[in-house]
């Protein structure tokens, strides 16, 4: 079997045209601080990291990192190539352990972890592309004809726009929405009851027939979400997102076990055992791990088992073609978060122009191609322009 003969790491540095986002977009954990300047600044990314994993052959896979890039580039380059080169990719479950291990006293979370998940979704890419198989086929095959797909944007903004925005959405049929509260403990009363008109005002437009997801993205606290949560029972949310700071286990399962409004997160939670730490304490009611930060393909199936023990369901954080696989091939992920193409706001939006390849939503739902290989992605130069890439 081929062997790995080397891994390319690439930062595509966004200098194209961005759409300003306005204030009070979203609540996000600076909130607590002293506002000096913009607070969302270190949650905007306009910078992404490609991982290529090449094969003796020629075959490449495909990984990436949207999290600090250039300081997982360097993490890549100097630390886990060495590692990894050489490597039979079949191996993969020896390989992670291998990264996982000789960097356990530094890498188990943020930086290094992001890496490891760069490259694992990158060998996963390219076992797909050696056997010809999509990936989803390598973790178990099809669960459902088709993903169904939640639209995740209606950040906060007036209610006019963010009811404008929410008709428009309902045009392309989806079944489920997510929003993001613009205000948080620091905005008093006030700032709750504008919280409260934005929920409405959405209810109002997409009714209660659809789910509707609310995000406060690490922005709020404890005592502010026990205030919150009754208030938002009567709108009938499907979940709530990040009400406190990654850490604050204790309170994640406070809120949970309150049994008003179900609690998720996850997203900033690295690897295994700290997802399952969540899951023990009864933290979340849904799963949101980021496969590019919680160890990639390999740790993200074993964090779907454990999740299934603990009937707890797996929604992974983003679109992206990696978590549509992982959906895809896992009956306890029921839905797949979708961002719809749109110019260059908070960032998410670079993977469209970045990749070609990503799956479409039509009338609510995404396909995957049971004939293509790999994650079925291609890196792509169409806008390289608005680029400048640093290798």
């Known amino acids: 079997m081929t062997k790995i003969k080397s891994i390319r790491t690439r930062v595509w540095n966004w200098t194209g045209p961005t759409v300003p986002p306005q204030g009070n977009f979203c609540t996000n954990a600076s909130d607590a601080l002293w506002d000096k300047g913009d607070a969302m600044a270190s949650f905007r990314f306009h910078q992404w990291l490609t991982c290529e994993v090449e094969a003796e052959d020629g075959t490449i896979g495909i990984g990436n990192a949207a999290l600090a890039p250039t300081v997982v580039k360097k993490a890549i380059d100097d630390w886990y190539a060495p590692l990894v080169i050489g490597e039979d990719p079949f191996d993969y479950a020896y390989i992670w352990e291998k990264m996982y291990r000789r960097t356990h006293a530094w890498g188990r979370k943020g930086i290094g972890m992001t890496a490891i998940s760069a490259i694992d979704i990158a060998i996963w890419d390219l076992m797909g592309k050696l056997v010809n198989k999509p990936v989803f086929k390598l973790l178990g095959g099809r669960t459902k004809e088709k993903i169904p797909v939640y639209y995740s944007k209606l950040y906060a903004d007036s209610i006019p726009a963010m009811q404008k925005e929410a008709e428009l959405a309902q045009k392309h ?160 992920c029921p839905i797949s978060e979708y961002f719809p193409v749109f110019d260059v706001e908070v960032g998410n939006e670079l993977f469209y122009y970045i990749f070609k390849g990503d799956a479409e939503a039509v009338d609510g739902y995404l396909q995957l191609d049971d004939d293509t290989p790999g994650l079925g992605i291609e890196i792509t130069e169409e806008h390289i322009a608005n680029f400048e890439v640093i290798e």
Not at 223 to 238: G, H, I, S, W
Not at 246 to 260: K, P, S
């Open 173 to 332: 049929g989806y079944q489920a929405y997510k929003s993001r509260f613009g205000y948080g403990p620091k905005d008093g009363m006030s700032g709750m009851r504008e919280n409260l008109k934005r929920v409405e005002a959405l209810r109002e437009v997409l009714g209660y027939d659809v789910d509707l997801m609310l995000e406060c993205y690490m922005g709020w606290n404890v005592d502010y979400t026990k205030r919150m949560l009754p208030k938002l029972e009567k709108f009938e949310p499907r979940w709530l997102e990040e009400p406190v700071i990654a850490e604050d286990v204790n309170g994640y399962a406070e809120l949970n076990a309150m049994g008003i409004v179900p609690i998720s997160g996850g997203e900033h939670e690295f690897g295994l055992i700290g997802c399952t730490d969540l899951l023990r304490k009864g933290a979340v009611s849904v799963l949101q791990y980021d496969t590019n930060r919680v160890g990639g393909i390999t740790a993200a199936q074993k964090i779907n088992a454990v999740a299934e023990a603990f009937q707890v369901p797996v929604i992974p954080h983003a679109g992206q073609m990696h978590n549509y696989h992982l959906t895809m091939a896992n009956a306890n």
